[in-house]
């Protein structure tokens, strides 16, 4: 999100909440995670869509995201939460 117009549009469409996917749970996605919370988003990352090299560390990385934005959550609950399940 560094150096690029997306946090700008996200703002002008309305959009003030992020669900993050992706790899690797302790890198990419912790460090993207942090710099949206930063901007003022509200970030939520999917536990079930992410991951790591190996467990450990992917628990771990989950475990600091819960700590540092609005919360983990799954798949199915981001789904219930957008209507689409």
């Not at 690797?24 to 790591?52: I, M, Y």
């Not at 934005?69 to 981001?78: H, I, M, P």
Request: hydrophobic fraction near 40%.
């Amino acid at each position: 999100m560094a150096d690029c117009p997306l946090p700008e549009w996200l703002d002008e469409q309305g959009i003030d909440t992020l669900f993050l996917t992706g790899v690797a749970t302790n890198l990419v996605v912790e460090q993207t995670a942090r710099h949206a919370t930063d901007l003022g988003f509200t970030v939520h990352p999917v536990s079930d869509c992410v991951a790591a090299v190996n467990p450990e560390t992917h628990t771990g990385s989950l475990a600091n995201l819960e700590l540092t934005t609005a919360g983990c959550r799954t798949a199915d609950q981001v789904l219930d939460l957008i209507g689409s399940h």
